[in-house]
C-alpha cells in the first residue's frame, strides 16, 4: 500500500460551525474555480473534500429507534388499554422509523460516540481520500488535501511528503483557523475556496509553476 502522509504533515482542529454544508452545484463551482486559479502558480496539486459525515452512526439510530418503538409499546396500554395489539405494534413500528430517520438525518447518534471516537473515524476518512485519489503519487509527493466532515465538526489539512517537508504545520494550523472563522460567517464553499487561496499562495513559494504545468489530478470537490 502506498505511504501515508508523515503524522507531521497532518493538523487537525475541531470544526465548530452550525448548519448544513453540504455543496451545491454553485458552491462546487466556486471552489472548482478557485482551485484552477491557485494551481496556475504552483506545481502542486490541490483537492477539496467536504462530508456530510464521515464516520457510519445508523447503528446506534437503529439502537435507539428499537428503544423508543420498545418503550411505545411498554407504555401504550397504560394510556390506551382499549386499543388492540395491531393498533399498539404499527404504532409502535411507526415511532420507531420516525425516530430512525431522525437521528440518522441530524447525525444524532454520532454525539453519542466520545469525541475521540469520531475524529479517529474522521482522521482515517481522511488519509483514504488521500490515497483513493492518488494524491500520494504525483511526481513531486507535493499534493495536498484539505478534508472536510460536517456531522463531526472537523477539518484536516493532509499534505504529501515532499510538500510537508517545506512548509511547518504551523502554516497549516492557520489555515484552517482561518477556515473556521470563516464558515462561521459565510458557510463552508466560501471558506474552502478562501482557503484554497491560502493553500495555494504556500504552495507556489515552495513549488512555483513552470512552463510545463499540466493538472493532474480533479479540482471538482470531492462530497461522496
Known amino acids: 500500500m502506498a505511504a501515508v502522509p508523515a503524522a507531521g504533515s497532518a493538523v487537525a482542529a475541531a470544526l465548530r460551525a452550525s448548519g448544513e454544508i453540504m455543496l451545491n452545484a454553485n458552491d462546487s463551482a466556486l471552489i472548482e474555480q478557485a482551485i484552477v486559479t491557485a494551481e496556475k502558480g504552483t506545481r502542486s496539486e490541490i483537492m477539496i473534500c467536504v462530508l456530510r459525515a464521515s464516520s457510519v452512526d445508523r447503528g446506534i439510530a437503529g439502537i435507539v429507534a428499537m428503544m423508543a418503538a420498545g418503550l411505545v409499546l411498554a407504555l401504550l396500554p ?91 504545520q504551523e502554516r497549516w494550523a492557520k489555515v484552517i483557523a482561518a477556515f473556521r472563522e470563516t464558515a462561521r460567517r459565510k458557510g463552508v464553499a466560501h471558506a474552502a475556496a478562501d482557503a484554497v487561496v491560502h493553500i495555494g499562495a504556500i504552495c507556489a513559494e515552495k513549488f512555483p509553476a513552470v512552463a510545463d504545468n499540466p493538472d493532474l489530478r480533479p479540482n471538482r470537490p470531492i462530497t461522496e
Not at 122 to 127: D, L, P
Not at 136 to 163: C, K, M, Q
Open 78 to 168: 397504560g394510556f390506551q388499554p382499549e386499543a388492540d395489539i395491531w393498533l399498539q405494534s404499527g404504532l409502535s413500528a411507526a415511532i420507531g422509523l420516525a425516530v430512525f430517520l431522525l437521528v440518522d438525518r441530524f447525525d444524532l447518534g454520532l454525539k453519542l460516540l466520545p469525541g475521540s471516537l469520531t475524529a479517529r473515524h474522521s482522521r482515517r476518512a481522511a488519509r483514504t481520500v488521500f490515497l483513493d485519489h492518488d494524491l500520494d503519487s504525483t511526481p513531486e509527493r507535493n499534493a495536498v488535501l484539505l478534508f472536510v466532515s460536517h456531522a463531526e465538526r472537523y477539518v484536516e489539512i493532509l499534505a504529501d511528503r515532499g510538500l510537508a517537508a517545506e512548509v511547518p
